[in-house]
């Protein structure tokens, strides 16, 4: 399904790379930069992101980003040129 994405959800992904890009240019060997780029290339292909820690079976697409479309977290991918 080729669904178009929301202003809001645009607005998001540029909040998300802005953060992203800062991170990169502050700390470019952040574990917390290396977890984000894997989960997102692992979202952007479908899959849930990984359980989110909490020890109650949840994954991070279905906490922090339930109902996003692949093709945010691709579009995310794509302009962190995060190969996916």
């Given at each position: 399904m080729n669904r178009r994405l929301t202003n809001d959800q645009l607005d998001?992904?540029?909040e998300l790379v802005e953060n992203y890009q800062e991170l990169t240019r502050s700390m470019p060997k952040s574990g917390l930069l290396r977890d984000a780029r894997n989960v997102h290339i692992e979202?952007?292909?479908?899959?849930?992101?990984?359980?989110?820690?909490?020890?109650?079976?949840?994954?991070?697409?279905?906490e922090y980003y339930k109902g996003?479309?692949?093709a945010f977290f691709q579009?995310?991918?794509?302009?962190?040129?995060w190969e996916w």
């Amino acid at each position: 399904m080729n669904r178009r994405l929301t202003n809001d959800q645009l607005d998001r992904i540029d909040e998300l790379v802005e953060n992203y890009q800062e991170l990169t240019r502050s700390m470019p060997k952040s574990g917390l930069l290396r977890d984000a780029r894997n989960v997102h290339i692992e979202m952007a292909k479908g899959g849930d992101g990984g359980p989110t820690g909490q020890g109650d079976g949840t994954t991070i697409r279905g906490e922090y980003y339930k109902g996003l479309p692949n093709a945010f977290f691709q579009r995310v991918c794509d302009r962190m040129r995060w190969e996916w």
